[in-house]
């Protein structure tokens, strides 16, 4: 059986920089899912047209918009990078150039040229659950997305609120707190017995 070896990160887009090369709809799907995830995200677009969606999204965001054709020029200073483009040969020229220079880079629906996956999220108030395929199937993380965003309560962030405020309280070197932390938890997952 294959193994999903990535390395799942939370990322703090407010102190990143993210371009998006494209403006079609893929470009505004993932400009929606980067926004709804991270309203305060810094996000740069780049293409010669962009869809009335996206221009209004752009609003809603600390969005910037250029409408031009991708050049390596537009890579400096930014830290993720995402081709959305139609035109294989610019996604494959997008990829190589931030191969070069180290910027992490994901090619949409092009998994060997993908240094990360942007998957399902789920976020309720403090708690964010991410979910990958491994690049394999966005389908069946959406409709993961879809489960756990059912199953999990709204008032969880009620419990993670509480829980950072006992924490605050529990004395004792780091090891003692985790203990004691662990032991409170225990029963958050204890399974029931028939």
Do not use: W
């Amino acid at each position: 059986m294959e193994r999903n070896n990535l390395y799942p990160v939370f990322l703090k887009l407010n102190n990143l920089k993210v371009l998006i090369v494209g403006g079609g709809f893929v470009a505004e799907e993932k400009l929606t899912f980067l926004l709804k995830s991270s309203p305060d995200a810094h996000v740069t677009m780049v293409s010669p047209m962009f869809r009335d969606g996206t221009r209004e999204l752009a609003k809603k965001g600390n969005v910037n918009l250029i409408e031009d054709y991708y050049h390596k020029k537009f890579l400096k200073g930014n830290h993720i990078i995402i081709a959305t483009t139609d035109v294989p040969e610019v996604n494959l020229k997008v990829y190589k150039h931030c191969r070069k220079r180290g910027i992490l880079v994901n090619v949409a629906d092009n998994p060997p040229y993908c240094d990360f996956y942007m998957g399902g999220i789920v976020t309720k108030g403090n708690v964010k659950v991410a979910i990958s395929t491994n690049g394999k199937s966005p389908t069946t993380a959406k409709r993961l997305r879809q489960f756990f965003e059912d199953v999990i309560p709204e008032n969880v962030d009620d419990l993670v609120i509480n829980l950072n405020e006992y924490r605050k309280t529990i004395q004792g070197d780091f090891e003692e707190k985790v203990e004691t932390l662990n032991e409170f938890t225990k029963g958050l997952i204890a399974k029931k017995k028939a």
